[in-house]
């Protein structure tokens, strides 16, 4: 069965760090790129981050860069997001999903397999 968990969200103030993971299962982790979108309320949903399994790049929305930092750790299966110096316009359910194509995409329909999301909230 094809899993991607994600965790590590809550309630963080203005400024704050926190550290997402996504944990992946019953699939190919290494062939797979995993992207992070995010969805805040009223809002559509945006690609974030995205990391491909064909070179180890990474891409980050002009939005978060420099602050948003997206790694892999290919022996656990997991994908990791640090958010620092997050900001309220930050929050938002974010999701990670997987990409059988193998290079990252900022098109949700490119990916197979989506994660059930975990809760990012940033008070000012």
């Known amino acids: 069965e094809v899993q991607l968990v994600e965790s590590g969200g809550g309630l963080v103030q203005a400024g704050g760090s926190l550290r997402l993971s996504c944990a992946a299962s019953?699939?190919?982790?290494?062939?797979?790129?995993i992207g992070w979108f995010r969805q805040a309320p009223g809002k559509e949903r945006e690609g974030v981050s995205c990391?491909?399994?064909?070179?180890?790049?990474?891409y980050y929305a002009d939005s978060v860069k420099g602050r948003f930092t997206n790694s892999s750790d290919n022996a656990k299966n997991t994908v990791y997001l640090q958010m620092n110096s997050l900001k309220p316009e930050d929050t938002a359910v974010y999701y990670c999903?997987?990409?059988?194509?193998?290079?990252?995409?900022?098109?949700?329909?490119?990916?197979?397999?989506w994660g059930q999301g975990t809760q990012v909230t940033v008070s000012s």
């Open positions: 999903a997987a990409a059988g194509i193998g290079v990252c995409s900022w098109y949700g329909l490119r990916y197979d397999y």
């Open positions: 019953g699939f190919t982790f290494d062939d797979y790129a």
């Open positions: 990391i491909s399994s064909s070179d180890g790049s990474t």
